[in-house]
Each structure stands twice: as C-alpha cells, then as structure tokens.
C-alpha cells in the first residue's frame, strides 16, 4: 500500500511561482522513480516532469526551464517548483509513482500508485 498526498495548489496570477509537494508512505522510497501529471477541463492526462530512483529528471517540452522537481529521500517528498506561471498551466496536478527502481517515462501506465491532485489556477 502506497499513499500519495499532493499538497501546495492555488490561485496564482500569470508570472507567478508556486511549490508543490507530495508526500509518500512506505519504506522503498528510495527505489521509486516520482512523476508529476496534470489535467485540464475537457484534456487528457498530461505527463509535466519525472525524477529517477538515481536522481535524474524528465520535463514536458512546455515546462523546460520554467519547472524544477527534486526529491528528498529522508523526507520520502518529491516536489514541483513551479516558475513563470501561465494561464495554460491551469490543471490538476497529480503526483504518481513508479516502484522498483525502474526507468523514467512519461507515460501515466508505467506508474504504480497515484495521489488524488491539487488544484492550481493561474488567472491572467
């Protein structure tokens, strides 16, 4: 059993920053690869970013150099530093893991376990 809890959303003005974090149950942690997905009104699923069991990470071409995610193993949290906000960034945001020490992807059915998202609005 492997709970995922999202936590950091809101409404931001276009520009803006907001940090979200997902805190993780279970002692493998370490052995997870974390992605983070959104989803907007009338949208599919959207892979955003993805950080390895090693360290290495993974963005969507439209959030490169505006979005940061990083993990802190002690802490078994992995979160979504959110920069430069856009309108078109409006989604839930869900944050997903992928156990076993696996590769990263970006696809949301190489993912195990899923947190139920956070909201984050960017007005204009």
């Known amino acids: 059993q492997v709970q995922l809890v999202e936590s950091g959303g809101g409404l931001v003005q276009a520009g803006g920053s907001l940090r979200l974090s997902c805190a993780a149950s279970g002692r493998t942690f370490s052995s997870y690869t974390m992605g983070w997905f959104r989803q907007a009104p009338g949208k599919g699923r959207e892979f955003v970013a993805a950080i390895s069991w090693s360290g290495t990470t993974y963005y969507e071409d439209s959030v490169k150099g505006r979005f940061t995610i990083s993990r802190d193993n002690a802490k078994t949290t992995v979160s979504l530093q959110m920069k430069s906000l856009k309108p078109e960034d409006t989604a839930v945001y869900y944050c997903?893991?992928?156990?076993?020490?696996?590769?990263?992807?970006?696809?949301?059915?190489?993912?195990?376990?899923w947190g139920l998202g956070t909201q984050v609005t960017v007005s204009s």
């Open positions: 997903a893991a992928r156990g076993g020490y696996r590769s990263l992807t970006g696809t949301p059915n190489g993912y195990d376990s």
